[in-house]
Structures are given as structure tokens and as C-alpha cells.
């Protein structure tokens, strides 16, 4: 059977397709089983793209949420998450399919910019959905001297697009120092 793209927040979700995209994230970072991690987490609008064959999700990227504060102004920012592909599926393009697909949707969202971390390994895969690093920027999850931050993982890149109007007019306070998510504590896109 062939592989179907699928979309849907996640709170409109129906059991069995969210069980199978649960099924898919556990395999790929089984002991994060928690219901608790970020791509649950309604206070953040996780907006999930994924690839299906026969009920079974191969494929999937999260879209999350979060109002911020840059410059004095608030601002809807938004990130990917949980960018994953089945282990035994790998390789085949279902990634790029899904990376693709779920960046044009963040693009066609309301979200004034986007940005989120990821290996650094992966920046050529990302690139080829037009992302770019933002190689000045520190992405902290909150205020806490413990929040998880970008700074502290050398592992990690800041990946950032400007996407409203009134974001790119402020591109001064995204090209470099400190953006704050404020997310819920031990989360961090
Ligand atoms: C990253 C991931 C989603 C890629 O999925 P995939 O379905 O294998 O990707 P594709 O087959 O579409 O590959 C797309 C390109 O990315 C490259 N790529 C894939 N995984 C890579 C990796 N781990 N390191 C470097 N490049 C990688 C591929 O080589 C391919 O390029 P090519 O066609 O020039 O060879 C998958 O490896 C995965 O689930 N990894 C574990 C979870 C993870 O790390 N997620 C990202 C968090 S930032």
C-alpha cells in the first residue's frame, strides 16, 4: 500500500493515530515514553506531519508553539520537534519528505519566525528545506540558571527563518545574544 502524508494537531488527533505516532517516537528515543515531553504538550499546539502505511506512521515532525519576547515585542514563534524516521525505514527519503512538508506548513502557519535546534550533523539535511543556521544565536529554554541552552551543547545548531513582516523588520534582535522560550521546565525544541 502506498505512503499517505498526514496532518493534524495533535489535540484533534483520534486514538489510534495517536498511539501510532507514539509507537514511532518511542522507537526512535525509547525510555521517553513520558506523556509529558514536548510534542504532548497542548500549552504548546504541537501540529504533527507524518507518513503512514497501512496505520503505521514511518515518518514525523512536530510543529510546536510559543509566544515570546524579542526586543520589547511579542512575537509567535514556533519550532520543529521530534523530526524522526523510523529506524527500519531510514534512508529512503521519508525524512526529507517529511521534513519538506512539514516546513511548508510552519511557513503557511501564523507563526511571526521559527526556530528550534538540531544536530549538527543534520545541517545539510535541513538545508535542503532552506534552513540556516543561525551560528550567533543562543536558544535558551527559559530563565533558570539550569534551562537547557543551546550554548551548553556543541552538539547542537540554532536554526532560524523570519517569516512575518514585523519579524524580519527586527532581524537586528535575531542576529545574535539570547532568545528566551520560556518553555515548561525540561523542555526544549
Ligand atoms: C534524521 C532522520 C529523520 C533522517 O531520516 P531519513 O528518512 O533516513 O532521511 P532521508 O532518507 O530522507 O535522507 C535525507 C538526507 O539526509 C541525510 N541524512 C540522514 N540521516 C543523517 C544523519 N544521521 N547524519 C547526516 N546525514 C543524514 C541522508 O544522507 C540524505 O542525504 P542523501 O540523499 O544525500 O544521502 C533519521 O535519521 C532519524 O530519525 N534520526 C534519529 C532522530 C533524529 O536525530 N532526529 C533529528 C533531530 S535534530
Given at each position: 500500500?502506498?505512503?499517505?502524508?498526514?496532518?493534524?494537531?495533535?489535540?484533534?488527533?483520534?486514538?489510534?493515530?495517536?498511539?501510532?505516532?507514539?509507537?514511532?517516537?518511542t522507537r526512535?528515543?525509547?525510555?521517553?515514553?513520558?506523556?509529558?515531553?514536548?510534542?504532548?504538550?497542548?500549552?504548546?499546539?504541537?501540529?504533527?506531519?507524518?507518513?503512514?502505511?497501512?496505520?503505521?506512521?514511518?515518518?514525523?515532525?512536530?510543529?510546536?508553539?510559543?509566544?515570546?519576547?524579542?526586543?520589547?515585542?511579542?512575537?509567535?514563534?514556533?519550532?520543529?520537534?521530534?523530526?524522526?524516521?523510523?529506524?527500519?525505514?531510514?534512508?529512503?527519503?521519508?525524512?526529507?519528505?517529511?521534513?519538506?512538508?512539514?516546513?511548508?506548513?510552519?511557513?503557511?502557519?501564523?507563526?511571526?519566525?521559527?526556530?528550534?535546534?538540531?544536530?549538527?550533523?543534520?545541517?545539510?539535511?535541513?538545508?535542503?528545506s532552506g534552513?540556516?543556521?543561525?551560528?550567533?544565536?543562543?536558544?535558551?529554554?527559559?530563565?533558570?540558571?539550569?534551562?537547557?541552552?543551546s550554548e551548553?551543547?556543541?552538539?547542537?545548531?540554532?536554526?532560524?527563518?523570519?517569516?512575518?513582516?514585523?519579524?524580519?523588520?527586527?532581524?537586528?534582535?535575531?542576529?545574535?545574544?539570547?532568545?528566551?522560550?520560556?518553555?515548561?521546565?525540561?523542555?526544549?525544541?
Amino acid at each position: 500500500m502506498r505512503e499517505k502524508l498526514c496532518h493534524g494537531a495533535w489535540q484533534d488527533l483520534d486514538i489510534p493515530r495517536r498511539e501510532a505516532l507514539k509507537r514511532l517516537l518511542t522507537r526512535v528515543w525509547p525510555g521517553d515514553e513520558a506523556p509529558d515531553l514536548p510534542w504532548f504538550d497542548a500549552c504548546l499546539e504541537p501540529y504533527s506531519v507524518w507518513i503512514a502505511q497501512n496505520g503505521i506512521a514511518l515518518a514525523h515532525a512536530a510543529i510546536l508553539h510559543k509566544t515570546v519576547r524579542v526586543g520589547g515585542e511579542s512575537f509567535l514563534a514556533c519550532g520543529l520537534s521530534c523530526v524522526a524516521t523510523d529506524p527500519d525505514f531510514r534512508g529512503r527519503g521519508l525524512g526529507r519528505r517529511v521534513l519538506a512538508d512539514a516546513t511548508w506548513t510552519l511557513l503557511e502557519g501564523r507563526a511571526d519566525f521559527a526556530v528550534f535546534t538540531c544536530d549538527r550533523e543534520l545541517l545539510p539535511f535541513y538545508a535542503e528545506s532552506g534552513w540556516r543556521e543561525a551560528d550567533a544565536l543562543v536558544l535558551r529554554a527559559g530563565e533558570g540558571a539550569a534551562a537547557l541552552s543551546s550554548e551548553h551543547m556543541p552538539d547542537k545548531a540554532v536554526l532560524l527563518r523570519l517569516m512575518s513582516p514585523r519579524a524580519r523588520a527586527a532581524a537586528a534582535h535575531f542576529s545574535h545574544g539570547v532568545l528566551t522560550l520560556g518553555l515548561p521546565d525540561g523542555q526544549f525544541w
